[in-house]
């Protein structure tokens, strides 16, 4: 029997090279927006609507009295209420509640997924990995493990994700793609502890999160299983 | 003293993020362009003419009475004299000759960063390995390494290249470029036998070409320093 493909598009410029139709298209931002959504549905909150741009968040924020938040060049927005971490959205305060959403990096590239007519989007980072990894093998569908980067530059933290993510289900898919067995490789050095890697190699995104007093935020974010849950997208939001 | 600043760009379709004027930019297309120019130069060829059609290689061929020769998809062009194998341009038969070229990535590349304002093209592979890193030491400038992989996806030859060349010249730079150290991480893993490690990741170009039977030309395109030249990029043709 053939096994379906596995592949990685280590950025958001390189996706339009892969046929996102027909696939699962997983959506990778790990610091810190598909860390933080599975964090927020993890702890209860109903849905998050991940928007594209700071004023349709407090639209939408407005309109429906639902929770603003997000990101720009890892600060909160002005005009939004929350930021992008985590430990913003502890069960007693996001439970039952409805969150929008909008980051640098991964609400975009979800948008991105979306309009070239992907159909199955789900967002994975070490926090839901197992999630994400069981769902892959069992629907036996084609995979396309899209990394957000860093404004559509490759960055260490995803490409780590997408190698772990081929270094567990590997044996269950075709995988004819050099970015996959790189990320693969990557994540076989870094794994026996990833946050240690992320100091030592002084990656891009270790450098500006630290800056901001953020490590505890990081290796929150490097942990695997805290938050197990599968967000996918349905109807511009996603749940679990 | 400020150090150079040092940029891998992994991908032709994410050149543009960077900034090619006043760099000395290295296109690297290990399989096999990038080797096949060191080579030819090495063996005395007078220049080499790299277009961008096939077209144009046999109008150019015909015009200047030179030598024709590139590839699409791994095999010579239909129209052309020669194919783009190091082993086809030894030194009794391409010294004092005019070679135009034409390859599915490496070519392209190069043109891609005229059309984007580069001043200073070079080019790079293991052959030439130590005349590049030589070169952009001395020339404290800064660098971008630019992989052509192929069709716009990353692939692990030139991103290896692209990883030693880190790992050779890292001290003389300042490196805040996540895409230099997952490349420099994935050479350190490689690089006690590289033609190795192609085999055991399977990766895509070995897969391709052993397909059709070049082995021996993978094999030549990882070995250093066989073709001790910088071949530039001065008046629409490579010199040294």
Known sequence: MNKPSL??????????????????????????????IATALYNGAKSIIP?????????????????????????IAEGLQYGNSSFDYPRNFIEGKILVLTTTNGTKLLHMAVA??????????????????????KEKKNVI????????????????????????????????CDASK?????????KDDLYEFMKKTDASHYHR???????????HCLTEDLADVLPYYVDERLVV
């Not at 790189?182 to 870094?190: G, P």
């Open 182 to 190: 790189i990320a693969n490789c990557l994540y076989d050095i870094a």
């Open 51 to 75: 928007v594209d741009s700071v004023e349709k968040c407090m639209r939408l924020g407005r309109d429906m009295e639902c929770i603003t938040a997000g990101e720009r060049d890892g600060k």
């Open 7 to 36: 592949y990685t598009s280590l950025s958001p410029a390189v996706l339009h090279l892969y046929n996102v139709r027909d696939c699962v298209v997983v959506v990778i931002d790990i610091l810190r927006a598909t860390s933080t």
């Open 209 to 219: 999160l630290t800056n901001f007093g953020l490590e505890k935020d990081i290796r």
């Open 116 to 137: 070239k007519g992907a159909t199955e989007i789900i967002t994975g980072s070490f926090l839901n990995f197992s999630a994400v990894c069981d769902h892959l093998i």
């Open 145 to 176: 493990l899209a990394c957000a980067g860093w404004k559509d530059k490759v960055n260490i933290e995803d490409t780590l994700f997408a190698g772990a993510v081929v270094s567990r289900i590997k044996e269950h898919f075709e995988i004819n």
